[in-house]
């Protein structure tokens, strides 16, 4: 099976600008979560979609914003950009399923987002 | 509640010498627990999990844990590092919910392998 892929690897933007990151979940996943990275925060939790819902959701500001679609694939929309958000924000795929057989998380390599 | 506590946020090693990344957890029943490995600018590998079965777990690239509940601890092994091993850790523990598995994860442990 092939693994969790995000596009675009990297991106630099500047401040004020929205960003639209993609992510596509392994093969039979439904639940997509998302999560960004920074050397001072470490691994926070932004969202995680499930059969096209928001089902769980971290505290970020409305800013951040995401979307799944029918084939499981999310993308996450960051708009008005701030020197803030540049982070590794990283995707992770899994079943959905609630439940001890169920509930491992694959993820994909990231996009390195730079805000100038 | 649950929560993850790493409880050394850096440990160096001599390459060829015992790898110990400690792990506690706190969890109001019994959870499912994971060791992940983040090298430079990539994504999260999954390490090993435990998922209620044996207590002791093994992994990929001769990793290891062992579950003990009467210690709530979950640390991670290996018998001797490999240069290919300096990387950041991340333990995470996970419970089901009615809108699917929550997962909760550690501030990271990075492990530095000295020549």
């Known amino acids: 099976k092939a693994g969790v892929t995000q596009t675009p690897r990297y991106l630099i933007k500047t401040r004020g600008q929205q960003v639209t990151l993609s992510c596509s979940p392994i093969?039979?996943?439904?639940?997509v979560s998302w999560y960004q990275q920074t050397p001072g925060q470490g691994l926070q939790f932004l969202f995680e979609?499930?059969?096209?819902?928001?089902?769980n959701k971290g505290n970020f500001p409305g800013r951040f914003s995401g979307r799944q679609f029918s084939n499981s694939r999310s993308e996450m929309n960051v708009s008005t950009l701030e020197l803030g958000d540049s982070a590794l924000y990283l995707c992770?795929?899994?079943?959905?399923?609630?439940?001890?057989?169920?509930?491992?998380?694959?993820f994909g390599p990231g996009t390195r987002l730079t805000v100038l | 509640a649950q929560s993850v506590t790493q409880l050394d946020s850096h440990v160096s090693v001599s390459e060829g010498t015992p790898v110990l990344l400690r792990c506690n957890y706190s969890?109001?029943?019994?959870?499912?627990l994971f060791w992940y490995v983040q090298h430079p600018n990539k994504g999260l590998q999954l390490l090993l999990k435990?998922?209620?079965?044996?207590?002791l777990v093994k992994g990929i690239n001769g990793f290891e844990a062992e579950f003990k509940k009467s210690e709530t601890s979950f640390h991670l092994t290996k018998p001797s590092a490999h240069m290919s091993d300096a990387a950041e850790y991340f333990c995470?523990?996970?419970?089901?919910?009615?809108?699917?598995?929550?997962?909760?994860f550690g501030t990271g442990t990075s492990l530095t392998v000295i020549p």
């Open positions: 969890s109001s029943y019994s959870p499912s």
């Open positions: 093969s039979g996943h439904r639940s």
């Open positions: 435990y998922t209620s079965a044996a207590t």
């Open positions: 992770a795929s899994s079943p959905g399923t609630s439940g001890r057989n169920y509930n491992e998380q694959f």
């Open positions: 995470v523990v996970s419970r089901p919910s009615n809108t699917g598995n929550q997962f909760y």
């Open positions: 979609y499930f059969s096209e819902t928001q089902r």
